[in-house]
């Protein structure tokens, strides 16, 4: 070994040590094993991130169905913190103080699926993420000032199934989204589903986003054919001011969509001029529907065209130049490149193949770059920076690298030429991401594939199976597979965030707490009786509430605000009391309120649920709640 | 290159080829860095798990108050599997279908502190998780072959605060359970917390398990004074059929715990022999509290004894041969170390210092065979099955291995000689966790150390902080950091399992579904009205729902069944109903049910949430709603 080491610089010689161990021959390593062949230990090198070392970006990825985000770092895939969005989170008392509360209103869940960062000129700023909800038509925005949910808008009137979005325009105007689902309008009338093409209809929506505050408002919506509208895309550079969005069933089918929403060998993208929507909306070209300013795309030319697509795509998706949008079908083994140059050449010339509805379609090939057989079963495209796409085969269970135009003669004689590698992923890969790809410069480096099958990839957790995503380096010629993850039910999208672009504060900072029943001093706090209502000023520090003693009696309602005054990081308080479902948790220089009626009488402990001190188990207290009998005989 | 490869074995070879990109010099590397130090390469080797390859073993760790079970892979750490217990969990729909609402009840969250396997003959039998609820006084019961919750046991009578559990007996008679907070009992009798020592008890419960069906209900209980129960453990080998926990605010005091619960040198762990508890149950020795046989120790000797334990302790851990007993104060910088044997002499003897209300007290001295000083704030040990002992160093942020008697007299004369290593950790460790340690054979190798606060080691989420979890090599002379992951709030506990130990089932064999309202083919399905319930039984299978159109009026009352005919792993489908509230996730071969009032008009699409196939999107349908007028009017 010494005769080694002294050939080799040190990081060799540390490196060449590693194997030593075990000594297996490449190939033939399992779990844990020291003995790696050489992809697996430059692998392990590349995605392990040391103790005390910190990941270089964040992945922000879609819960699905259980309403919340996920933020891993990259390149370790190491889970960093759950964001409940639609849905009560515990972990964080998320929905259990009156604030958040409210802003659930009743709905229990949501299905996250296309998580948006906020845009400046084009890149992300790196101040919120959007995310949409499929099931109760909101959107929902996170601060990354403290990556918590700061507003959920909706339900979004005359939409339903708000699965088209959360896609952000270069400045972060609008959230542009669309239905899924068409139903009769308003919401609320019944028509029979026999009656679909008549009586049903789709919308796209432009969610207003204030550049301030980031509030989000209902701003304009454009009324659609009941088709289907799935992924999207925002223009930026030549593009900027438009969006896209794919569609299935342009059938029109009602039932047994499986097989009736397969019938057309072309599905119809929508691609939307918002600017010129907003400029309509202005100019009051518009009809209230249920409070909203609704353009009819057959009144206000302009806004709206169809664009005839291979059947049933999925993904639609600019590139970073802004000239090239790539949809792919997932019934149809190509990639479709549009040129947005000869798109906009086609409506000015109106080179149309027909118009439905009103609405024209742009002829095909008139804006059609070329088809590239990218393979089996194509979802969704995302972009390197470097003149390279990257495409989800579904079927195929494969990622494919191929080369966007401008393409040589000879490529476009044999596009075949233009896919440079494909890659083995496991399974049934859906979305996939690389960093940055829906921007004006993306990080490139790494990409990941949001795969829909894990089956037989993790030890056995029983019949409710994780998900599988994998991380692939695509800095080299050929991708290479590095390392494979597993994630909760059910990842749909994914963005990529470099490290640096934020820089979270983790106190509240005292200066900024306006509840005005935060209370800082032991001597502001206590109770106080109006009626049947009993408000308690609360303070939480190491390693004691202030007060730890509440009275109260049958019947009473118990207002509680609890302010915890730590200004360190990290020192968290959670209210529990005992058998009251009472679940507080208060991050530094936060004050968070809740109402309970005490029904049941005995005395309750509470106590701090989120260690603190070395004295966090002493950090507890008591609510005594009287009889109302013992009350009335004082 | 080509030279050094030549010189090495392929593996070694190998193993240099990582580090040549970066080259940069031992200890300076960041994160992804190609060129890392002896032990980091070597930790990378070790924990990067191939994409493909499986994990040794399961970590299953308490997610706090959370209220969920994770699961994840050692060595890589990756997480597997969030398994929801004590609150609604959309992603796979716990807690929204009646069968799991109604197991839930009306608490929306529990706080989960010290999962315990289940066990036969002392070692793991892979048939049960047992988790403990503090904040709402349950215990649930995680079935290890579909890895789902199947019991929720309480709130269990007489006991506020179920912090000291679960702790499973040897053969999986009991779940031991313990009162961390005490009030005047039966529940819900008022006394005033100032009347602390005369009117509030705590309790120790046995919670028997049917052997058979795992099914849990509450055996019998023993009557404590208002001690705070803390950690405990079951006895093995000798010591089998005790059982022992820690305790703190032997002072007995009601408010500013911090201060007035520290003021003792020593405080008194609870020594229960539960086997003459059950002896004294079946011999009627009991007063009913409640509905349950509650035996008072000061009329039953020979059940419980205590013994004084170093000031403030938290863990008192069992080692894998049943002799020796250690409990850690975390305000004494020692680890006290019982003999069982001197212990049993004692109680022989009689060689009590003193008795509290009728219960004797150990005398400190008989029982103890040494102190070791391990460091600032021990907590909690763990065993190796080598001699070994591992016990977290709160204040110090350290785990320190010690050596287990018999000791040399040399050791005996000075015990600093038997504590062998000591490795930092990041930050404030609360509890670790060695692979079996609770069993008669620990498998050893990897030590995971749950540290309270992680501030600076991960990227910054804001200020709601994950927790953090570091994987230690123990298998050399030194223990070495290997891995660094991030868990959700809060694990307290975990427990270690052998991949191999356990098959889970990954579909609901058809044979097994015994739901009256399950249908397995499309002829049987369909709607049934009563009135105003409209009862609907409905398949699904890739890539439809039959049927996919319901029709109901305003105000009936829908009681969908759903049936997941699919055989196949991980073809789970869901049913969410837009704006409907309902999220069901039906996983192969089940059948789930929910009720829901119809209060809205109109239109409502259905879905598959959970993704199946390619023709998944066009999995859905309508639930049509017609007004109550037009009803009346038809």
């Known amino acids: 070994m010494k005769l080694i080491s002294s050939l080799l610089a040190p990081a060799v010689a540390a490196a060449a040590l590693v194997a030593l161990p075990g000594c297996n021959p490449p190939g033939k390593s399992g779990a844990g094993d020291a003995g790696k062949s050489v992809a697996a230990n430059s692998a392990a090198a590349r995605t392990w991130v040391a103790p005390g070392q910190k990941d270089e970006f964040y992945l922000f990825y879609s819960g699905g169905h259980s309403g919340q985000v996920y933020v891993a770092g990259l390149p370790s895939m190491r889970h960093l913190a759950t964001i409940p969005v639609f849905g009560r989170y515990p972990g964080t008392g998320y929905g259990y103080d009156e604030a958040s509360k409210a802003m659930l209103g009743d709905y229990t869940w949501g299905d996250v699926h296309h998580p948006g960062l906020s845009k400046k000129d084009g890149l992300y700023d790196g101040r919120w993420l959007f995310v949409n909800d499929n099931a109760n038509n909101r959107i929902a925005r996170i601060d990354l000032r403290d990556f918590k949910t700061k507003q ?7 939409s339903m199934g708000n699965h088209g979005s959360s896609f952000v325009t270069d400045n972060t105007e609008y959230v542009l989204v669309a239905t899924r689902f068409s139903v009769p309008l308003p919401k609320g009338r019944y028509a029979d589903p026999a009656n679909y093409e008549k009586e049903f209809n789709g919308m796209v929506s432009g969610i207003k986003v204030d550049p301030t505050s980031g509030t989000m408002k209902v701003g304009w919506q454009i009324i659609t054919p009941p088709f289907d509208w799935d992924l999207g895309s925002t223009g930026k550079g030549p593009s900027e001011g438009w969006a896209f969005w794919t569609s299935y069933n342009t059938e029109m089918a009602h039932d047994n969509l499986e097989a009736n929403a397969s019938q057309k060998d072309r599905d119809y993208a929508a691609i939307v001029n918002w600017k010129a929507a907003e400029a309509a909306v202005n100019a009051g070209q518009t009809t209230m529907l249920d409070g909203v300013a609704v353009i009819d795309p057959a009144k206000t030319p302009g ?4 664009l005839p697509v291979p059947k049933s795509p999925h993904g639609i998706d600019v590139d970073p130049t802004g000239r090239w949008v790539v949809a792919a079908g997932k019934l149809q083994p190509v990639a479709s490149v549009f040129d947005f140059e000869k798109l906009q050449a086609a409506i000015a010339k109106k080179d149309f193949e027909s118009e439905f509805r009103g609405v024209p379609v742009i002829r095909y090939d008139a804006a059609l770059e070329g088809e590239v057989p990218v ?3 194509p979802l969704h495209t995302q972009y390197d920076g470097a003149g390279n796409a990257y ?3 579904f079927i195929e269970s494969a ?3 191929w080369k966007m135009p401008p393409w040589s003669a000879d490529e476009r004689a044999d596009l075949n030429k233009v896919v440079l590698d494909k890659i083995a992923v496991h399974y049934n890969i859906g979305h996939l991401v690389v960093g940055g790809s829906d ?3 993306p990080y490139g480096k790494y990409l990941v594939a949001m ?3 894990s089956k037989g990839r993790h030890l056995s957790v029983g019949p409710s199976q994780p998900e599988d995503s994998e991380l692939i380096d695509i800095t080299g010629k050929k991708m290479e597979l590095i390392y494979e993850a597993f994630t909760e039910p059910e ?10 672009a934020i820089s979270p504060i983790e106190v509240y900072p005292k200066a900024e707490n306006d509840d005005p029943n935060a209370v800082w001093d032991a001597k502001d706090t206590g109770a106080t009786r109006r009626g049947n209502v009993v408000e308690v000023k609360m303070i939480a520090i190491r390693s004691h509430f202030t007060p730890d003693r509440i009275d109260v009696n049958e019947g009473d309602e118990l207002v509680l605000h609890v302010t915890n005054v730590e200004q360190t990081p990290d020192m968290i308080h959670g209210l529990g009391i005992v058998e009251q479902n009472v679940n507080l948790v208060i991050d530094p220089g936060e004050t968070k309120t809740v109402r309970i009626k005490m029904t049941k009488t005995g005395v309750f402990p509470f106590y701090c649920t989120n260690f603190c001190s070395a004295l966090h188990q002493e950090m507890q207290g008591y609510l005594a709640v009287k009889p109302a009998v013992a009350v009335a005989t004082q």
């Open 375 to 377: 393979g089996l079963g």
């Open 303 to 306: 806004v709206l065209y169809y």
């Open 399 to 401: 990622v494919a690298k």
């Open 391 to 393: 495409t989800s085969l």
């Open 451 to 453: 795969n829909k099958l």
């Open 152 to 158: 959920i808008l909706g339900p979004i009137p005359n």
């Open 439 to 441: 921007t004006k410069k």
């Open 491 to 500: 990842p749909h999208f994914a963005q990529i965030l470099k490290a640096d």
